[in-house]
């Protein structure tokens, strides 16, 4: 009887984990928890990516601008990120239809390569913030770009979206979001 317990211990474990891993196969990568949702922005104060120059990109932003009334939308994005590059479109789209305000958080990038693709692709943003070691997004629960977050007229980040965005997310679940902080 030992001897068999001995080859169902390690069969058991490996049932336990097979069933562990194919469950969280089927989980979409994309919703990913953030403990941030419903809490107020962090405090943080980015400087503009050009420290000022006179390119046109000279404001930056800080945590004092999300307590103004108005939601917001942060996009985390970098010049060296392909995906940020294809969802670039629709972060312009967005910010053409004036329905919120909309931030872009510089990470992890250099000055002269971000106002080289902000010169290639236009800028979008009302404000661009540098966060050149990424300690901001750290705070913002950034761990992979690009991200997108909505913030409500308190202050208080409300959704959040990881990945590139594109015409169905704009559409099904930021629009959405937005208009329902509206109400």
């Keep these: 009887m030992s001897k068999r317990a001995i080859y169902l211990v390690p069969l058991s474990v490996f049932l336990v984990m097979a069933v562990y891993f194919a469950i969280g196969l089927t989980k979409d990568p994309k919703i990913i928890p953030s403990a941030l949702i419903d809490k107020p922005v962090p405090e943080f104060s980015l400087p503009p990516i050009d420290n000022g120059a006179?390119?046109?990109?000279?404001?930056?932003?800080?945590?004092?601008?999300?307590?103004?009334?108005?939601?917001?939308?942060?996009?985390?994005?970098a010049s060296w990120c392909l995906p940020c590059r294809a969802e670039h479109p629709f972060i312009t789209k967005l910010s053409k239809m004036n329905v919120a305000k909309v931030y872009g958080l510089n990470f992890k990038d250099t000055p002269k390569n971000a106002l080289k693709w902000l010169q290639e692709l236009g800028d979008p943003y009302d404000a661009i913030g540098a966060d050149p070691r990424g300690r901001v997004g750290i705070d913002w629960g950034v761990y992979g770009i690009p991200e997108t977050f909505v913030v409500d007229g308190t202050g208080k980040i409300y959704f959040k979206y990881v990945g590139p965005l594109n015409g169905d997310i704009l559409e099904n679940q930021i629009l959405p979001v937005i208009e329902k902080l509206k109400r």
Aim: hydrophobic share 40%; net charge neutral.
């Design 54 to 77: 006179p390119q046109g990109y000279g404001k930056g932003f800080s945590s004092a601008d999300f307590k103004a009334g108005e939601i917001s939308v942060v996009n985390v994005f």
